[in-house]
């Protein structure tokens, strides 16, 4: 049974740091691409960042770029989400999504997190 379990979120003021993490269980992390996408309330589910399975190439959301950093060690089965300068419009609940599946250049995601909170208030 394949679990991603993410911790590290909470409450913080505009400007601070948060990392979150990704422990995977049940499956190589090794072997997949994995990402982070989030969900404010109110609205869709958005791209944050992913990385592919050998930690070679990352892809950031234009929003989060040069803020954020994705960086997984498949050694210990987790990615993690480095997240510098928030901002309030950061505030949303994060997931953790893992695939193999690439369709058309974009993942297509074959597993996901339970979500963990994040906070940014100004």
């Known amino acids: 049974q394949v679990q991603l379990v993410e911790s590290g979120g909470g409450s913080v003021q505009a400007g601070a740091s948060l990392r979150l993490s990704c422990a995977a269980s049940g499956l190589t992390l090794s072997t997949y691409n994995m990402g982070w996408i989030r969900q404010a309330p109110g609205k869709e589910r958005e791209f944050v960042a992913r990385?592919?399975?050998?930690?070679?190439?990352?892809v950031y959301a234009e929003s989060v770029k040069g803020r954020f950093t994705i960086s997984r060690d498949n050694a210990k089965n987790s990615v993690y989400l480095q997240m510098n300068s928030l901002r309030p419009e950061d505030t949303a609940i994060y997931y953790c999504?893992?695939?193999?599946?690439?369709?058309?250049?974009?993942?297509?995601?074959?597993?996901w997190g339970q979500g963990i909170q994040v906070t940014v208030s100004s």
């Open positions: 999504a893992a695939t193999k599946i690439i369709s058309q250049g974009q993942p297509v995601w074959q597993y």
């Open positions: 990385v592919n399975w050998s930690g070679t190439s990352t």
